[in-house]
């Protein structure tokens, strides 16, 4: 079974930085693109920031130039270096990964479990 392990999170106050990490865990999966959406109460889930496998960003208008995502190939995990936060920012982040399990030709999109990130004095 594969999973995507999520920590980082917690709390911050506004203008700190705090970095979340999202690891594959179990089978060896091929990993298309990579990365992090979330979702405050009250508000619709949004994209953070992704990364394909050959290594093109993408990032939220709500995070740009704050955020930057990056990734370990050796160690399947992303990482998500946040700056400049702003109580905005709260909400839970979830890691997200779509790609194939190893040996299969089957695209599977995977979700982590969540980590709370709140922005607040």
């Known amino acids: 079974q594969v999973q995507l392990v999520e920590s980082g999170g917690g709390l911050v106050q506004p203008g700190g930085s705090l970095r979340l990490s999202c690891a594959v865990s179990?089978?060896?999966?091929?990993?298309?693109?990579m990365g992090w959406y979330r979702q405050a109460p009250g508000k619709e889930r949004e994209l953070v920031a992704a990364i394909t496998r050959g290594g093109s960003t993408n990032y939220g208008n709500s995070v740009e130039d704050r955020f930057t995502i990056s990734r370990s190939n050796a160690k399947n995990t992303v990482y998500l270096e946040m700056n400049s936060l702003k109580p905005e920012d709260t909400a839970v982040y979830h890691c997200?990964?779509?790609?194939?399990?190893?040996?299969?030709?089957?695209?599977?999109?995977?979700w982590g479990q969540g980590t709370l990130v709140t922005v607040s004095s």
């Open positions: 179990g089978s060896s999966f091929n990993i298309n693109r």
């Open positions: 997200n990964a779509v790609g194939s399990v190893a040996g299969t030709m089957v695209s599977v999109e995977l």
